[in-house]
Structures are given as structure tokens and as C-alpha cells.
């Protein structure tokens, strides 16, 4: 079974900087993309940063330039390294990966954190 665990959400003052974790475990062949959603109270859920399995990234508009996504291969860890944060980056973060829990799977399957809240407050 695969798990994805996220770390490292709190609060922080607005121009603060968190860095968040995400590790997957469990039986795994192989991971595709992984990406970062955020959800705010009342909100849609929303897609913030992707990364592909050859490192290849793309951000949301709002947090490019302030943000960054990153992924070591070898530990199976997706992070998001947030500067310059604002009140709007209040959310509850969740990190999302494509992954293949056998070598006979055809495709990927998407997996899910737990979420991690983010809150940015003076």
C-alpha cells in the first residue's frame, strides 16, 4: 500500500518562507509527476506546482517566482520551498503523485496526502 506523508506546514508572518515535505512509501515502481494543491476555506481545490519524473516544472501564476518545487528521486520526496509568502497562501497544502505500485501496471494511479496546513498571519 502507498502512502504519501506531508510535513512542515505552520504558521507564518506575511514575506516568511516554509518549507514543506512530502515522503511516498509503501510498494512502489515507479513515480511519475508530482505536484502540490492548496486549498483555502470556501475555495476550489487548486493546483500551486508540478514537477515531472525528469525535473521539468510548472507553477501556478501567483506563486511563480516566490515558490519552488523540487524532488529527490532516490528518497521518493517531493518538497515546496514557499518565500515571500502573502495572507492569500493560506491553505491547506496537499501533495498529489503519479504511481505505479508494480512493474505490470499499465498506467499510473494518483495518491493523496493528508494535507498540511499553511497559514500566514501577522
Known amino acids: 500500500q502507498v502512502q504519501l506523508v506531508e510535513s512542515g506546514g505552520g504558521l507564518v508572518q506575511p514575506g516568511g518562507s516554509l518549507s514543506l515535505s512530502c515522503a511516498a512509501s509503501?510498494?512502489?515502481?515507479?513515480?511519475?509527476?508530482m505536484n502540490w494543491y492548496r486549498q483555502a476555506p470556501g475555495k476550489q481545490r487548486e493546483l500551486v506546482a508540478t514537477?515531472?519524473?525528469?525535473?521539468?516544472?510548472n507553477y501556478e501564476d501567483s506563486v511563480k517566482g516566490r515558490f519552488t518545487i523540487s524532488r529527490d528521486n532516490a528518497k521518493n520526496t517531493v518538497y515546496l520551498q514557499m518565500n515571500s509568502l502573502k495572507p492569500e497562501d493560506t491553505a491547506v497544502y496537499y501533495c498529489n503523485a503519479d504511481i505505479k505500485d508494480h512493474w505490470f501496471r499499465s498506467s499510473y494511479s494518483a495518491y493523496w496526502g493528508q494535507g498540511t496546513q499553511v497559514t500566514v498571519s501577522s
Open positions: 514537477i515531472s519524473i525528469g525535473g521539468a516544472t
Open positions: 509503501g510498494s512502489i515502481f515507479s513515480i511519475g509527476n
